[in-house]
């Protein structure tokens, strides 16, 4: 475990329950599904849908309506703001190595906990309904169950198109015993690339070093960079850390025979790579680690034929 700063930068979340695969992210990918269209949709889709169904009947106490979507705006803006900081704290804090795991109830909980609190307090400043201990009690275990299936819709229904659109690839972390067929690991040779832009043939790899977002990088420690927005996910050694910097940048860097490009938003280290697995719409470029890497239809062919020739040099 490191410090706080080094925790937040490099670690991962992995949020699970029994339905479905459980998402893993970093700091920055969570803030970017959180800014998403496609995340903001949805909030809006319940803050209606608790509007439409008044199920805890404060219309029917007499508050108005204004009033009434305007602390289901709140509600939902609250337990969207204390669940993301009890992911941000345990991401801190927790004991344990780069990648942490962490039970979705407990945020859903401690979340639902303090907003039920928060709008029970402003509905009973505008409305006939009582605020108490009793009350609290009363609502809690019901408001739990309902943001439990909210909840359940966002992260079967709706993360995975907000990961598609942004292109974080969240579910890269395979099940057990579900890994395909990959073509043999390719050997240390590599013919020029002219996808990449990049400088001549350096005299070797050891004692290379590249420069990220301010940070020196060992070149033979790096295994995969990825470019999200004005930022790039570096995975160097043991350790993953997010720091702002273009991508373009880095290749200028690299030698020739340092590694791969087979998407326009990712750089893969040549000793990285285990095999490429082959389909009908897409191939996917499949690393040592586990990280399943996206080959963009225009680099099928070109990552096809660098893969063919590693393997025939290892021959």
């Not at 990648?99 to 945020?107: A, D, F, G, K, N």
């Not at 240390?188 to 977002?213: F, H, I, M, S, W």
């Not at 373009?248 to 893969?268: E, I, N, Y």
Request: net charge neutral.
């Amino acid at each position: 475990m490191g410090t706080i700063k080094d925790n937040l930068q490099s670690r991962e979340m992995q949020l699970f329950d029994m339905f479905g695969e459980p998402p893993q992210f970093t700091v920055h990918e969570m803030m970017m599904v959180l800014r998403s269209g496609v995340f903001l949709k949805y909030a809006a889709a319940v803050v209606l849908l608790l509007v439409a169904f008044d199920t805890h009947g404060y219309r029917e106490a007499g508050m108005p309506l204004q009033v009434n979507i305007l602390i289901w705006m709140v509600c939902v803006a609250a337990f969207v703001s204390v669940y993301a900081a009890v992911l941000l704290g345990w991401l801190a804090l927790a004991p344990g190595g780069r990648r942490i795991r962490l039970l979705r109830l407990v945020p859903n909980a401690t979340a639902m906990a303090v907003v039920t609190f928060l709008v029970l307090a402003l509905a009973s400043g505008f409305a006939d309904l009582e605020f108490s201990r009793r009350v609290l009690l009363q609502h809690l275990p019901y408001n739990i169950a309902l943001s439990y299936i909210f909840e359940t819709l966002m992260f079967v229904f709706i993360l995975p198109q907000a990961d598609a659109a942004l292109g974080l690839d969240l579910y890269r972390r395979k099940r057990p015993g579900c890994e395909p067929p990959v073509e043999p690991r390719p050997a240390p040779v590599v013919p020029e690339q002219p996808v990449q832009p990049l400088r001549g043939a350096a005299e070797g790899l050891n004692g290379t070093a590249v420069v990220v977002g301010g940070q020196k990088f060992a070149l033979e420690q790096l295994r995969y960079v990825k470019s999200e927005e004005h930022y790039l996910r570096v995975s160097a050694g043991d350790s993953e850390l997010t720091l702002r910097g273009r991508l373009a940048d880095l290749l200028a860097q690299m030698p020739q025979d340092a590694g791969l490009q087979p998407h326009r938003s990712w750089w893969v280290a040549r000793d990285a790579v285990a095999g490429l697995r082959r389909g009908g719409q897409s191939d996917v470029l499949l690393l040592a680690d586990g990280t399943e890497v996206p080959v963009a239809r225009g680099r099928r062919a070109h990552v096809r034929e660098v893969m063919q020739a590693w393997q025939a040099g290892e021959g």
